[in-house]
């Protein structure tokens, strides 16, 4: 009789091999950095006690106005590596402006969740703009003096083609509006459609959308600045 030849399944197992990894030892601690004595207590107040990798390595760079490319896990701190240096430069010139623009929806609220603790106390107002929402609500917040616009790249879009999106840049000197520290987002509609409604009156500035914005963040697999 003709002998057939036995299935060995470990011929097609590959042995795990434990790689060890060594600590992370960040070259900085946090009074290290060239920022607010506000911000630096906002962080102690989130019980970050010591920067993560990508926080070591690039706040040093953003703060001294340097382009960067983070490139970073999920959870490692990321979006408070961009975002610490952006509330210290607007600590600093309340004139200035940010466009953050994130893939998600989920994203972008919790870039502003994030926002609003580490900008706590510091009178620094910020708008939500992602779809699924009332857009009118969104425009009319987005014509008012703000420091920060958090949005998804669809509703961008959205806003700039609208002409009443547009938003008045403050004068030098001028300061931010005063009222609620930052703008809530409205709860969705009953279709999660965009809700058309009269315009507001038009504004004879250029829009925040047309290159009035100073700085510019992508929020994704990777951050630019």
């Not at 972008?108 to 992602?130: D, K, P, W, Y």
């Not at 009332?134 to 009319?140: C, M, Y």
Request: aromatic share 6%; proline share 7%; with cysteine.
């Amino acid at each position: 009789t003709r002998q057939q030849k036995s299935f060995q399944p470990s011929m097609f197992i590959k042995k795990a091999e434990m790689n060890e990894e060594e600590a992370y030892q960040a070259t900085h601690v946090w009074a290290d950095f060239a920022i607010s004595d506000h911000i630096k207590r906002n962080i102690t107040a989130r019980g970050y006690t010591t920067p993560t990798p990508i926080q070591d390595q690039i706040i040093p760079h953003l703060l001294e106005g340097k382009d960067v490319i983070g490139l970073a896990h999920t959870g490692t701190g990321k979006t408070a590596a961009f975002l610490i240096p952006l509330i210290d430069k607007i600590s600093r010139d309340n004139r200035e402006k940010v466009l953050i623009i994130a893939p998600t929806r989920e994203l972008a609220v919790q870039i502003q969740e994030e926002h609003r603790q580490f900008a706590s106390g510091m009178n620094q107002t910020s708008v939500l703009c992602i779809g699924g929402v009332n857009i009118k609500a969104q425009v009319d917040r987005v014509r008012r003096i703000h420091h920060f616009v958090i949005c998804t790249p669809g509703r961008l879009i959205d806003l700039e083609k609208r002409p009443e999106s547009s938003a008045r840049a403050p004068a030098p000197g001028q300061p931010a509006e005063s009222g609620p520290m930052h703008h809530e987002e409205p709860a969705p509609d009953s279709t999660g459609a965009d809700t058309e409604g009269q315009s507001p009156p038009a504004s004879d500035a250029t829009g925040f959308f047309h290159l009035e914005t100073d700085l510019a963040v992508l929020e994704g697999g990777y951050e630019t600045l």
